[in-house]
């Protein structure tokens, strides 16, 4: 789950966050070929216009609304053959389907009513027949909780283990809400205070001295201004003093900038969703005026097996479309298998509760039986016969569990040869395993 500094800006002199990064350095981490969604719509030369209520909306002008569009529906043209669309250009579709039998009332801004928000990453079928397929296999009341915070003045803060979702739900409810997904921080222990607040052009400050030609806005000021959801990535991950800048955004609902006199004030509509874990090293807490600014909600592994293989064959299918991969179908039994290993270790018991295992240092996530399970389709249509096999998916299921050469790999083997070993139907997973671990 993937820098971000402030927006992009046009010289090619220009920089961000004190001169660290290059004016094309992208505004989200979606990567500079994504500049006219996340940074170009924010260039110099656009004045503050009084809002609703007498709000400062920010950071454009009316004369330029018609080029923005148009902007972004030559983006999303592109996005058609991109290698992972965004949520809201994939599931276009379904997100059409649901505004169109929506007669629910909607929070100011948003592009569906907190129903159908909530059906369209749960899932379901419309009155028209049209199948909204889950984005989120866990418990209804998670997402209900979540999409409720953010219809209230509150931000919400997905807290989880790693591979739990976090990013994937934050997207989600990104595209549903706003219909727009890519006003993103992603944070990390450099991103700086410019990547939250805003940053300057410093040819246009060189030039003409501070002035908003020479304001660069980060992601949040444009949601703060557009009334959409901006998302921080790894929130936990960004120094301390940094978060710390969140702390007017979220509770005043401004952006002051002291340098020109005045203020970039929120518009209804706009919220904040960030995704932190503490389980990885280098986590900084949150202080607690920052965290009582936030509603948590913790995503939690998945519930059983059955939901498990479920979540990792809808996500591998999706992943494989896309690549011209096998159909999750011929590959199901391997898909239970890895899923089967991943739990038993990852909660120290086997699936009977008969036996006790050792648990290694990963965390065996959903994401990561993903990704070994992807890398084994990959292996079956590039090297094999199109079916996923028990060789297909060894040498992902070890790399994810012998992470620590010394430790992980005694408890890997003492896993093979008290638990798979014996397993009844699983010999040709016990030989593969063995190969690639010999």
């Not at 940074?39 to 609304?65: N, Q, V, Y």
């Not at 293989?309 to 011929?330: K, Y």
């Not at 965390?363 to 990959?378: D, H, Q």
Request: aromatic share 4%; glycine share 10%.
């Amino acid at each position: 789950m993937s820098a971000a500094t402030a927006a992009s800006v046009t010289p090619a002199t220009a920089r961000t966050g004190g001169g660290a990064a290059p004016a094309d350095a992208p505004g989200s981490a979606r990567g500079a070929e994504k500049g006219a969604r996340t940074g170009a719509h924010a260039e110099p030369g656009a004045d503050l216009a009084p809002g609703p209520a007498g709000h400062r909306t920010g950071d454009r002008t009316g004369d330029r609304t018609g080029d923005q569009t148009a902007d972004r529906t030559a983006d999303r043209t592109a996005d058609r053959t991109a290698l992972r669309p965004h949520a809201e250009d994939a599931f276009a579709d379904e997100l059409a389907a649901l505004a169109a039998a929506d007669d629910r009332p909607r929070p100011a801004r948003w592009k569906l009513s907190p129903w159908a928000v909530a059906t369209y990453l749960l899932g379901g079928t419309l009155p028209d027949g049209t199948v909204v397929t889950p984005k989120y296999v866990g418990p209804r009341r998670v997402v209900e909780v979540a999409v409720t915070t953010l219809a209230t003045d509150r931000a919400l803060l997905l807290l989880g283990v790693p591979g739990t979702a976090k990013t994937w739900v934050s997207e989600h409810l990104a595209a549903a809400i706003s219909g727009d997904s890519t006003l993103l921080v992603q944070g990390t222990a450099g991103t700086p205070e410019e990547a939250i607040r805003y940053g300057w052009n410093y040819a246009q400050l060189l030039t003409h001295g501070p002035s908003r030609d020479a304001l660069v806005h980060s992601p949040l000021m444009r949601a703060m201004a557009e009334g959409r959801i901006a998302r921080i990535e790894e929130l936990t991950r960004i120094p301390a003093d940094v978060q710390d800048s969140l702390i007017t955004i979220l509770s005043e609902k401004t952006l002051p900038i002291p340098e020109l006199g005045t203020e970039t004030q929120a518009v209804r509509g706009f919220n904040v969703i960030a995704t932190a874990n503490d389980r990885d090293r280098g986590v900084n807490d949150l202080s607690s005026a920052l965290r009582r600014r936030f509603n948590t909600v913790v995503l939690p592994l998945p519930a059983t097996a059955e939901e498990e293989v479920d979540i990792v064959s809808r996500r591998v299918d999706q992943i494989g479309r896309g690549l011209d991969l096998p159909a999750v179908p011929a590959g199901a039994d391997e898909i239970r298998r890895v899923v089967t290993v991943f739990r038993e270790l990852r909660g120290g018991v086997t699936e009977d509760g008969r036996t006790k295992v050792k648990t290694p240092s990963g965390t065996l996530s959903t994401a990561e039986a993903i990704s070994v399970v992807t890398n084994g389709l990959a292996l079956a249509a590039h090297f094999g016969d199109g079916v996923l096999r028990a060789g297909d998916v060894a040498a992902g299921v070890l790399s994810a569990v012998v992470r620590d050469p010394a430790a992980d790999r005694l408890v890997w083997q003492e896993y093979l040869e008290t638990v798979v070993r014996e397993r009844d139907g699983w010999k040709d997973f016990y030989r593969a395993c063995r190969e690639v671990s010999a």
